[in-house]
């Protein structure tokens, strides 16, 4: 049997899900009559303390949404250099926002404030391009699920308002970051003007990610949705999934992180390190340890030439994690 430690986004929708999706009320959700969609996207407004929230059918879609509701085209997002919305989106910011980025580097992922400040640029008119909002990812995905501490976030709050610049958070495995530190949700919600969160990673449904923020920002959201093509009928058949996650596979990441950090120990790297559920494993041969790996039926993925990456997930069981754990230890 394979043990697949890809990524989380591999997990398939577990039987009471499957149940829960078919029996769904739905309607049109572009009319906003799909009582499944209204429901989700009401609990995840108020478990993050803001107004409204908007069903996506992607992070990256949610992300384009939330950072567009801060910049406009001609204007600039400053981020982490590894952050999501910079390597992974394939410029989908630049292209249907026009906005222009830059960043700053952490290892971690975390926030510098310190070069967060030095960057910065007011409104010089027509001279400089002007930085509007900061972008942060909380847990920090290429960074290996590291987790960005509470007071760092509160400190950028300050910061951003006394300047006037407004906050995104990329909040995809955010659930690992309140599960892994016992922040409320709603706090990170306080720090942040607007933010996105997935379904469809460590909480195991198929498909979903929303924008969480003030109503206006939700309302303008709904319009650009629509507009790249984001508009869903039926889809509370989706949302289903996504409520069935909340209530049931939050509080299990904990198991998730164990796993990781078990798997870390295997792989020689400090278990200390690891935060939430992803392992970032520095390798020379990594191209090699990914086919040993495979060869013993544990895939893993390579994030560079000298970088391999392990991912726990709903699908992987303790048993799993021991036995992945045997063969990468032998590499
Ligand atoms: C931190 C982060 N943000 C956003 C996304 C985008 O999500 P999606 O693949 O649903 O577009 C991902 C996907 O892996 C991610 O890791």
Avoid at 16 to 43: F, H, I, K, N, S
Avoid at 53 to 79: D, I, K, R, W, Y
Avoid at 201 to 217: E, F, M, N, R
Wanted: aromatic letters at 4%; a negative charge; hydrophobic letters at 45%.
């Amino acid at each position: 049997m394979t043990i697949d430690l890809r990524s989380d986004t591999l997990t398939r929708p577990t039987d009471p899900m499957r149940r829960a999706m078919a029996e769904a009320e739905v309607g049109d959700d572009v009319y906003g009559e799909d009582p499944t969609v209204l429901e989700l996207q009401r609990r995840v407004a108020e478990m993050f303390g803001k107004e409204d929230a908007l069903f996506t059918p992607t992070g990256s879609m949610a992300n384009v949404l939330a950072v567009a509701s801060l910049v406009q085209p001609g204007q600039e997002v400053l981020c982490e250099a590894s952050a999501h919305i910079a390597r992974a989106e394939l410029g989908a910011h630049g292209a249907f926002t026009g906005l222009t980025m830059r960043t700053w580097r952490d290892p971690r992922g975390q926030v510098d404030l310190g070069a967060i400040q030095e960057m910065y640029a007011p409104d010089m008119g027509p001279f400089f391009v002007r930085t509007t909002a900061v972008s942060v990812e909380n847990t920090h995905n290429f960074a290996g699920g590291t987790v960005l501490p509470i007071e760092d976030l509160q400190a950028l709050r300050s910061w951003a308002d006394e300047v006037g610049v407004g906050l995104h958070l990329d909040g995809a495995r955010l659930w690992n970051a309140h599960v892994a530190t016992g922040v409320p949700l709603t706090s990170y919600g306080d720090c942040v003007d607007v933010l996105s969160v997935c379904l469809s990673k460590g909480l195991g449904a198929p498909v979903g990610s929303l924008i969480v923020g003030t109503a206006d920002t939700v309302a303008e959201a709904r319009v650009r949705r629509k507009r790249l093509g984001g508009g869903m009928r039926q889809v509370g058949i989706l949302a289903a999934a996504g409520l069935h996650a909340l209530d049931h596979h939050v509080e299990r990441l904990a198991d998730d992180h164990a796993h990781a950090r078990l798997l870390a120990e295997a792989c020689g790297v400090d278990p200390a390190t690891v935060d939430t559920n992803i392992v970032v494993v520095p390798r020379d041969d990594a191209a090699a340890f990914v086919d040993g790996a495979r060869e013993g039926g544990v895939l893993v993925a390579p994030v560079g030439p000298r970088v391999v990456r392990l991912v726990t997930h709903l699908d992987i069981s303790r048993e799993d994690a021991d036995a992945a754990a045997v063969v990468l230890s032998k590499l």
